[in-house]
């Protein structure tokens, strides 16, 4: 049974693919009541196609361009929500300032080695999603501004999706929307 004592908001998973977004997005969801936005589900509402289907027939930049969209979308949509936000969205500048003017951010941040452990075969990813030196590369380009557009900072390697919403939830309760930073 879902229960929250917090008050309706908007939190914006962000992180690298493999981080838990959509793991703990769905958790958060089920012990909220809160309606649970996946990035893919976004890019699929919004644009009609499948976030695959895009990048396969008109490529990487077209993805893109439907996945900031897709943020758009739900950061206009009234709240509760948490939304899964696609991991590249901090390298664009339209999407940071979205980002930075939502309620509540929270980075899940997972070293490289565990993000290529979570990830296993790749199914359903990128090519190079199962490769350590690109999840470093990316890891590394991405980290500083996940944090700064971030008001949570959850270091995930260790923790369960359980452990994780525990730490959303007492944030939201004692600071509100605006989340103190843990584990920067």
């Not at 190079?128 to 949570?152: C, K």
């Amino acid at each position: 049974m879902p229960t929250s004592t917090i008050a309706p908001t908007t939190i914006v998973l962000v992180g690298m693919m493999g981080s838990g977004k959509t793991t703990v997005g769905g958790a958060l969801a089920q012990r909220t009541g809160w309606r649970y936005l996946d990035n893919d589900e976004l890019v699929r509402a919004v644009s009609g196609r499948a976030s695959e289907d895009i990048d396969a027939a008109e490529g990487e930049d077209a993805l893109h361009r439907a996945e900031a969209d897709a943020l758009r979308h739900a950061l206009a949509m009234p709240p509760p929500l948490v939304v899964g936000a696609a991991a590249w969205v901090v390298t664009d500048a339209a999407s940071v300032a979205l980002l930075r003017a939502a309620p509540a951010v929270v980075y899940l941040r997972a070293r490289p080695e565990t993000l290529r452990a979570r990830i296993g075969a790749g199914a359903g990813r990128r090519d190079d999603a199962t490769d350590l030196a690109w999840l470093r590369a990316r890891h590394e380009e991405r980290d500083t501004t996940y944090r700064t557009i971030a008001n949570l900072t959850i270091d995930t390697d260790d923790l369960d999706a359980t452990a994780i919403v525990g730490r959303v939830l007492a944030h939201l309760q004692d600071e509100g929307p605006q989340l103190q930073a843990e584990g920067s």
